[in-house]
């Protein structure tokens, strides 16, 4: 039974998300305030975090960006902040998704189940044979789940790691954003494709020399990206 950690001040949205979650066979604990919800986070063995981005005492871009310093869980940011900069930034945080409130709590499950077995997959992995992509400069151990270019680290979060992978793997492909949504978060975007977006800026920051110019993930404008050859 996967645990489950709520960090959400409103004990009403709180407990009907609880509620939701243990109908569907998860073990739920619900956290009102920043700092308890992060020091539980990190002392306990959750295998997902929803995190209220408006919270007394710490808000939530801080508790997922030291959450992520340490853990590679998913973490499912929830807002009633429907501006693009707030996803951007929490999802620059390492936050894997982001849901404006109000939402419908089975989406929430849908999304959640989509989370863990994404997880679960990953964790099986580790136990497979060395498996590495190099392209060009670029060297990804799927194994180990780390990204060299020019022989340089590059520290990516799981989501980041995942969508590079595919691409990679896919090369002169050429991916809409939808199509992308689908692979990598597992479930479709309900019109919400700028975590796509997001992330392809994000990676283009850390693993291209010039990110206003990429050598790797190329834009083709009104279809999607695809990974040069």
């Known amino acids: 039974m996967a645990k489950i950690l709520i960090i959400e001040d409103e004990t009403a949205i709180a407990e009907l998300e609880k509620d939701y979650l243990e109908l569907s066979g998860f073990e739920v604990t619900m956290v ?37 310093e340490q853990k590679d869980i998913p973490i499912l940011m929830v807002s009633a902040k429907k501006e693009d900069i707030d996803k951007i930034r929490g999802l620059g945080m390492g936050a894997d998704d982001y849901m404006t409130k109000p939402f419908s709590p089975s989406e929430l499950v849908a999304r959640v189940k989509a989370h863990l077995a994404r997880y679960e997959r990953l964790v099986n992995n580790h136990t497979k044979t060395n498996e590495t992509i190099e392209i060009r400069g670029m060297k990804i151990d799927k194994t180990s789940r780390r990204v060299y270019v020019n022989e340089e680290e590059k520290i990516l979060t799981t989501k980041e790691f995942d969508l590079l992978s595919f691409l990679a793997e896919h090369p002169d492909h050429v991916y809409t954003k939808d199509e992308l949504f689908r692979e990598i978060w597992d479930m479709e975007s309900f019109g919400d494709i700028a975590t796509v977006t997001v992330h392809i800026k994000k990676i283009r920051e850390k693993i291209e020399e010039d990110a206003a110019k990429p050598q790797y993930i190329e834009t083709i404008w009104g279809k999607g990206y695809r990974f040069k050859i």
């Open 32 to 68: 009102s305030e920043g700092k308890a919800g992060l020091m539980a986070a990190l002392k306990d063995d959750y295998q997902l975090v929803i995190l209220d981005l408006m919270l007394p005492g710490m808000d939530g871009f801080e508790i997922c960006r030291n959450i992520r």
